[in-house]
């Protein structure tokens, strides 16, 4: 079967890092996209990840490690309003995402 | 900004009703889904459409679903006999290009069948 797993909660603190890691196993991976959804709403797109290695969108950056079906997504400088679900996400080649467990970040004052 | 539009925000059906989700993707993306999340869960795909045909589709999307892109601007999820556990909140997403693109989800539709 394919799955993303994902620690369900993380807390951390005003102007923190966080990781959220997360393991993966699919069929005809092509990359790994993180989304962020905030009380059940529409779930928005964060960052993807072709290729191994970073990528950085201001406070946030992505991690792929492909040989190790592994990823990461880094926010730095947390804020209050980073408290939301956020879920790694797995494309291939077929037509259709494959959502991760989800992890619960709750950033506290 | 341009938006994925859901409509109705929120639809409490009878069991065995049938109920027709409505959905505006961004006017120039190709690639149209339906995803559902029971509430706490996560988020699973449904469907894909492209060029006016189902793409894929996964084995929650059985013979009490249909998609329909009645005209150019609407996408529509039609759901036969409502079950209780058809109750979640459904997205309609679009992408310009492929999947592996960024995908824009709508506010969804939370179906309550009662």
């Known amino acids: 079967g394919q799955s993303l797993e994902q620690p369900s909660e993380v807390t951390a603190v005003e102007g923190a890092i966080v990781q959220i890691n997360c393991t993966y196993q699919?069929?005809?991976?092509?990359?790994l996209s993180w989304y962020q959804q905030h009380d059940g709403g529409a779930p928005t797109f964060l960052s993807y990840n072709a290729l191994d290695g970073l990528e950085e969108t201001g406070r946030f950056s992505s991690f792929l490690s492909r040989s190790d079906s592994y990823g990461y997504l880094l926010l730095q400088e947390l804020q209050m309003k980073d408290s939301a679900s956020y879920f790694c996400v797995a494309s291939g080649a077929t037509n259709k995402l494959i959502f991760g467990t989800g992890t619960l970040l709750a950033v506290q004052p | 900004e341009p938006e994925v539009t859901q409509t109705p925000s929120h639809q409490v059906t009878q069991m065995g009703q049938e109920v027709i989700l409505r959905c505006v993707p961004i006017s120039n993306h190709l690639y149209f889904y339906w995803y559902r999340q029971i509430l706490g869960q996560k988020v699973e795909f449904l469907v894909s459409f492209y060029n006016n045909e189902i793409s894929e589709k996964s084995e929650i999307f059985d013979d009490q679903f249909s998609v329909e892109r009645p005209d150019g601007s609407n996408f529509t999820l039609k759901i036969r006999s409502t079950k209780l556990e058809d109750s979640a909140m459904y997205f309609c997403?679009?992408?310009?290009?492929?999947?592996?693109?960024?995908?824009?989800f709508g506010q969804g539709t939370r179906l309550t069948v009662v």
């Open positions: 997403a679009s992408s310009e290009h492929s999947q592996n693109t960024e995908a824009f």
């Open positions: 699919t069929s005809g991976f092509y990359g």
